[in-house]
């Protein structure tokens, strides 16, 4: 397998969101479960399941899910080679120790971590071998219809999806934070608020020229959390056996 260099994939990221026909072998999964499987776990949990669906009623109940109030999009979920279910998954600490506290909210970000992790590592490699792809969170739009749609028992989170697949389209990359304005030395330090506002800047100057939007990161904000978000995500937790205490 040809791979590119880390550094040269990490840099080049960008989500993919188009895809060709061509599928995924086998042997190139398994490569990348492999990889994903590799990345660090707290304590060595090893918490994470994977739920791979190719079933095409499946993906379209999905994206219905992911969709949510809107009016379409999210049709990668269908159209992906590859498309796979991050779950937190203390079913396999159930067996072994039947009263271990899950319940504990620490128990659940460590499982929230590690998907990350795991997902992460599978992403970059895709990306190192030529596949492209694009995490897929609003699967958390509905919890409940992805259980039911997945059929996960108690002890199981769907927490992140991902569609995978060779790329059939060319995106510009979406630009980041200053790293002045991520990163402090020895204390926390708030980010400098002309630098913050010039950032706003530079988002907005990127939709405009990607697709003439109006649209700067402020709004962007305000869209994904100026309301309510998911709020029927800590009763699905609960009943799943998570974050309690
Ligand atoms: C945890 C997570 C969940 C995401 N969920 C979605 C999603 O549901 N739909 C989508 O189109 N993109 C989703 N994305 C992709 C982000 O929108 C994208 O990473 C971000 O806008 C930066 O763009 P880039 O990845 O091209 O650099 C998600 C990304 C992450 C890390």
Request: charged share 20%; aromatic share 6%; hydrophobic share 40%.
């Amino acid at each position: 397998m040809n791979s590119q260099a880390t550094l040269q994939t990490a840099l080049n990221h960008r989500s993919i969101r188009k895809f060709t026909e061509q599928a995924i072998s086998k042997e190139l999964l398994n490569t990348l479960i492999q990889a994903g499987q590799m990345a660090s776990t707290s304590s060595y949990l090893q918490n994470i399941s994977i739920i791979r669906v190719t079933d095409k009623t499946k993906r379209a109940h999905i994206r219905e899910v992911c969709v949510g109030n809107g009016k379409g999009g999210h049709h990668y979920v269908e159209n992906c080679a590859e498309f796979l279910v991050f779950c937190i998954d203390a079913t396999r600490h159930l067996h072994f120790v039947p009263d271990a506290q899950i319940g504990w909210t620490e128990v659940l970000l460590i499982g929230a971590v590690d998907a990350g992790i795991m997902a992460q590592n599978v992403l970059l490699t895709a990306e190192s071998l030529g596949l492209g792809g694009v995490f897929i969170g609003s699967l958390r739009n509905n919890l409940n219809r992805i259980a039911e749609i997945l059929e996960v028992p108690y002890g199981v989170v769907p927490m992140v999806g991902m569609c995978l697949g060779y790329p059939n389209q060319e995106v510009g990359q979406r630009p980041r934070l200053p790293i002045d304005l991520i990163m402090s030395e020895n204390r926390f330090q708030a980010a400098d608020k002309d630098a913050l506002n010039a950032f706003n800047d530079v988002v907005k100057d990127y939709y405009q020229q990607r697709s003439q939007l109006d649209l700067s990161w402020q709004e962007q904000i305000r869209n994904n959390l100026g309301g309510e978000v998911r709020p029927d995500i800590l009763a699905f937790l609960q009943k799943q056996g998570f974050a309690k205490r």
